[in-house]
């Protein structure tokens, strides 16, 4: 089964540019999805299909999708972004998430 | 607003049944693809099953495969999953997700907007 692959954890520092990837087969041939879970909170999607953004969320999230890897980039980290990240695709009729990165901002 | 409510969930038995319910409002329900995910407290996201707008086409996780079953009552803005055979791994909460993309053919190309609360669905002896 097709799967993909998350850093548990990411820190980055406010201010500055905090990255999360995505791994997975020939994931460049998939769309990605990328959502973002509070504590306690339900997902959010905050990207889709590899670097669009929904209305209302920032400028500041963008995605990107090349070869076995998609990104998705915080620039100007805030406090407020600390949280658990998902990346989605489907594969063979089935949506498949990463493990979940929890970023941390300190 | 979108609003998705789940209900339905609880404590259960292993082998036992239960159905979850989601009562959606806030958009024109009989237009969009819908989804079950399930999240075990403190563990990642999995995606359980979808279905088309008019529920012709579904699909499911292979860990539920032949024991659930997604439904919709389109009359009623409801969305169902009908849960058989029921084991301790199925242990989770379960979110109702709508599909972003208005009248797919598939429930498989779109992604989640927005998801509901959840409902815990607890399976043990």
């Known amino acids: 089964s097709y799967e993909l692959t998350q850093p548990p954890s990411v820190s980055v520092s406010p201010g500055q540019t905090a990255s999360i990837t995505c791994s997975g087969h020939?994931?460049?041939?998939?769309?990605v999805f990328w959502y973002q879970q509070r504590p306690g909170q339900s997902p959010l999607v905050v990207i889709y299909?590899?670097?669009k953004r929904p209305s209302g969320i920032p400028e500041r999230f963008s995605g990107s999708n090349s070869g076995d890897t998609a990104t998705l980039t915080i620039s100007e980290t805030q406090a407020l972004d600390e949280a658990d990240y998902y990346c989605?695709?489907?594969?063979?009729?089935?949506?498949?998430f990463g493990g979940g990165t929890e970023l941390t901002v300190l | 607003e979108v609003l998705l409510v789940e209900s339905g969930g609880g404590l259960v038995q292993p082998g036992r049944s239960l159905r979850l319910s989601c009562t959606a409002s806030?958009?024109?329900?009989?237009?969009?693809?819908m989804h079950w995910v399930r999240q075990v407290p403190g563990q990642g996201l999995e995606w359980v099953s979808g279905?088309?707008?008019?529920?012709?086409?579904?699909a499911y996780a292979d860990s539920v495969k032949g024991r659930f079953t997604i439904s919709r009552d389109n009359a009623k803005n409801s969305l169902y999953l009908q849960m058989n055979g029921l084991r301790p791994e199925d242990t989770a909460l379960y979110y109702c997700?709508?599909?972003?993309?208005?009248?797919?053919?598939?429930?498989?190309?779109?992604?989640?907007?927005?998801w509901g609360q959840g409902t815990l669905v607890t399976v043990s002896s």
């Open positions: 279905l088309t707008w008019d529920g012709s086409i579904t």
């Open positions: 997700g709508k599909d972003a993309l208005r009248a797919a053919g598939t429930p498989t190309e779109g992604w989640i907007d927005p």
């Open positions: 020939k994931l460049e041939d998939k769309y």
């Open positions: 299909q590899d670097n």
């Open positions: 989605q695709a489907w594969d063979a009729r089935t949506a498949v």
């Open positions: 806030g958009f024109d329900f009989d237009h969009y693809a």
